[in-house]
């Protein structure tokens, strides 16, 4: 069974371990594998200037095991649009408020890769970024995306809006985007993914099997 925790500035410390392989799994899949070799580290951890305090890290695990994540940040701090893609956004000014999230280094483990089936890891954390989303008062969220995502959106039922037109980058076709956050995107997520129930756990310590999961947006 997958479970995304929300980790935060406040409980990080409960987290280190996971946050270790959050980090490694990251390093793994976008240098490794992605090559993206201004990313690289010798300690093995993907960490970039926007890893700091005012993130939030949704971290899937299955049991004690780090299986996927992302990373979320308010708008109104410095963001990989804001500060490296700000050409992106041709239409309009960059976000900067309160209210919009950008959702970057999503990612699952290789050999939890199952396909696009529901009850998959990613279904899990499309599910949770919502959730999130929701629980928290934003209104948007997305960012800088491959376009490649936005067929799956569109799958979801999700309101997208670009902001300009696509670009390549790092050999990949890249725009600037969001999506409504609402209660009707998170069914249409729930719907395409299986994941009926919410999948979101807030304040529970790794490892303490005893802990109660404390969720929003119960169904």
């Not at 919502?130 to 934003?138: H, K, P, Q, R, V």
């Not at 960012?143 to 995502?149: A, I, K, L, R």
Request: aromatic share 10%.
């Amino acid at each position: 069974m997958v479970q995304v925790h929300v980790v935060t500035r406040e409980n990080a410390a409960q987290y280190a371990k996971e946050l270790d392989s959050y980090f490694r799994w990251r390093h793994l899949i976008y240098v490794e594998e992605r090559g993206w070799e201004d990313l690289r580290r010798e300690d093995g951890l993907e960490r970039d200037q926007f890893d700091t305090s005012a993130a939030v890290h949704l971290i899937a695990m299955i049991g004690p095991d780090v299986v996927g994540g992302s990373r979320m940040i308010r708008m109104s701090e410095p963001t990989l649009l804001s500060e490296v893609f700000p050409r992106l956004v041709q239409r309009g000014t960059v976000p900067r408020d309160h209210e919009t999230i950008e959702w970057t280094r999503m990612f699952v483990a290789p050999a939890r890769r199952t396909g696009h089936g529901e009850k998959s890891v990613a279904g899990a954390l499309f599910c949770a970024v919502m959730e999130y989303c929701l629980a928290i008062g934003a209104t948007r969220v997305g960012g800088v995306m491959e376009t490649f995502w936005l067929p799956r959106w569109q799958r979801f039922g999700w309101t997208t809006q670009a902001l300009g037109l696509p670009e390549e980058i790092a050999g990949s076709m890249t725009l600037a985007a969001f999506m409504d956050v609402n209660r009707k995107s998170l069914d249409g997520v729930r719907d395409a993914t299986g994941w009926t129930q919410p999948v979101l756990v807030w304040g529970m310590e790794p490892g303490d099997a005893h802990a109660t999961a404390l969720t929003l947006l119960a169904s």
